[in-house]
């Protein structure tokens, strides 16, 4: 069995950012390679492709089942028009990964169907995505599964129930290599609709550690996900727009990307840890803070009052929480205005 999930993800201390090429080539495997490249630039850990065909995803069939409407941006086409255009040819799988190692950038799959699981094996792939809308197909991840890799699973057309049994397919293989991601399967999704919450429930109900697939426009969703404890994030990404292609309105461009990795790190710089220590820098300035000064000449044998002594900046007197032992005492000695107040000037 290769390395676990546990290994593979939770011990990183940072997300491990995906970078979706899905439909975004413009069947040129030229742009393919290029935005590979321009995602390794950007910041991503990896490069997720589709393996299907037309043919092993749906029929060519044009009956109101295989129309889509059901309120997407891609509604009135047939499934099969829409897959023609989107998959990813397979003749092209092996190039793709050996110029990916070469960029010493991970790539693997989202298979579709047993011969691409088959498929993908042949070219040793790390480890397997299961989309969302393949959740439910228990016997295609029992397949997955039995390959003895970690598999990453989208949820975003889940039921709680679907999301059980998607997780003990799993299991009745021997693999509990799993990642679960939070995902809202709508193209766009609104930001209302992220749900981010349920991230830290999924990990507690399920025992497995969670991600975020994100179909929202811009880069708010992924960045503010980091503090729900993301292990993994995915988001579409395209060498240009200008491409087009299904999935090009809500993917984000090199620019884009980059903006979103540096503000997922900073992110998660911000988060750190708990830690109520004091470094070098928090105790010099605290000599910036309040403390006990004389601010009226005393002398020796006078008493201090809230006239002669006062809490004020910066910090090199008493703490001013001695206030109440200080007034009512009487001073040792003379002290001049400006003077930080010590238990030595207190008789």
């Known amino acids: 069995m290769t390395e676990s999930c546990s290994n593979l993800f939770s011990n990183r201390t940072e997300a491990f950012i995906i970078a979706e090429l899905s439909a975004n080539h413009g069947h040129d495997i030229n742009i393919a390679k290029e935005t590979i490249k321009a995602a390794k630039g950007s910041g991503a ?11 092993t995803i749906t029929i ?10 059901s309120g997407t941006i891609w509604d009135g086409r047939t499934l099969y028009d829409l897959y023609s ?12 990964m050996n110029y990916a190692e070469e960029l010493d950038i991970t ?21 397997y995505k299961v989309a969302s809308f393949e959740i439910m197909d228990v016997p295609l991840i029992e397949y ?21 049994e998607a997780i003990l397919a799993c299991r009745r293989m021997g693999n509990d290599q ?7 399967s709508a193209y766009p999704a609104e930001i209302s609709d992220a749900n981010l919450k349920t991230i830290p429930n999924m990990k507690e109900t399920f025992g497995v550690e969670v991600g975020l697939s994100d179909h929202t426009l811009g880069i708010t969703v992924p960045v503010i996900s980091v503090a729900f404890g993301v292990k993994v994030i995915e988001k579409h990404f395209i060498l240009n727009k200008s491409i087009g292609g299904p999935d090009a309105s809500f993917s984000l461009d090199p620019s884009e990307f980059e903006a979103m990795v540096k503000a997922v790190r900073d ?9 109520y220590t004091l470094d070098q820098n928090k105790k010099n300035n605290r000599i910036l803070g309040r403390s006990l000064f004389i601010v009226e000449d005393v002398r020796a044998g006078e008493i201090f009052t809230e006239k002669n002594v006062r809490s004020i900046r910066p910090g090199y007197g008493l703490p001013p929480k001695y206030l109440k032992n200080v007034i009512g005492a009487k001073a040792s000695k003379s002290v001049k205005r400006g003077s930080p107040l010590t238990w030595g000037m207190v008789e």
């Open 45 to 55: 850990d990896a490069i997720k492709i589709q393996t299907y065909t037309p043919d």
């Open 60 to 69: 060519n069939c044009d009956n109101k089942y295989f129309q889509l409407d």
């Open 85 to 96: 255009e989107a998959y990813t040819p397979w003749e092209w799988h092996k190039e793709l």
């Open 107 to 127: 790539l693997f799959s989202s298979p579709f169907d047993r011969t691409a699981v088959d498929f993908l094996e042949e070219l040793n792939v790390p480890l």
């Open 144 to 164: 997955i599964a039995s390959k003895g890799k970690p598999i990453i699973i989208s949820t975003g057309v889940a039921a709680l129930s679907d999301i059980e």
């Open 178 to 184: 799993i990642i679960l991601l939070k995902c809202t």
């Open 267 to 275: 992110a998660e710089k911000a988060i750190g840890q708990v830690n």
